[in-house]
């Protein structure tokens, strides 16, 4: 048999491959390196801020999905942190909208428009119908018709309402 190679970490030998020494000691324990360092966790803490999700995060830091499972299971704090990260993007983007309104102030009235309900624009529409009360002097045709024409009417107002 050749001989082995040291492990660069802890300078002990590494384990030959083989069901035999899996259990003897006297070999490195130390296992393959993470992929996870300072660089891999500061470029997904970049992805989080701009509120990517995970997969998305794990193509642009160049890692895999249950790499980062398995890294957020050793770190529970990761978790958390990623959680704060994911949400500075709405942050910032509330700031940027309270700066904009310093300047101009209709970009304040279309914020308030759109988050405060006293704001909100409505349109009220007001319409009398005016009844024919002498219909004995009407043929029953002419009946019908004033009706169908007060159903068509009342329906097309109806629609423009709705669609203010």
């Known amino acids: 048999m050749a001989r082995l190679k040291n492990c660069k ?4 030998p590494k384990r030959p491959k083989g069901k035999k020494f899996r259990e003897l000691p006297g070999y490195c324990e130390c296992g393959r390196p993470t992929v996870i360092n300072e660089k891999t966790i500061e470029k997904l803490e970049a992805a989080f801020m701009i509120a990517l999700s995970d997969v998305k995060a794990c193509a642009y830091a160049g890692i895999d999905g249950k790499t980062l499972w398995n890294y957020e ?19 910032r983007a509330q700031q940027t909208i309270a700066k904009a309104i310093e300047i101009n102030s209709g970009d304040a009235w279309k914020y308030l428009e759109k988050t405060d309900p006293d ?6 529409i007001e319409h009398t119908v005016e009844t024919i ?15 169908a ?6 329906k097309r107002i109806e629609n423009k309402s709705k669609e203010k």
């Open 119 to 124: 704001f909100i624009p409505r349109s009220k």
């Open 149 to 154: 024409l007060r159903e068509a009417r009342r």
């Open 9 to 12: 970490r802890c300078n002990k």
């Open 73 to 91: 299971q050793k770190n529970p704090k990761f978790i958390h942190r990623k959680q704060q990260l994911k949400q500075m993007l709405s942050i």
């Open 133 to 147: 009360e002498n219909t004995d002097e009407q043929s029953p045709e002419e009946k019908a018709a004033l009706i």
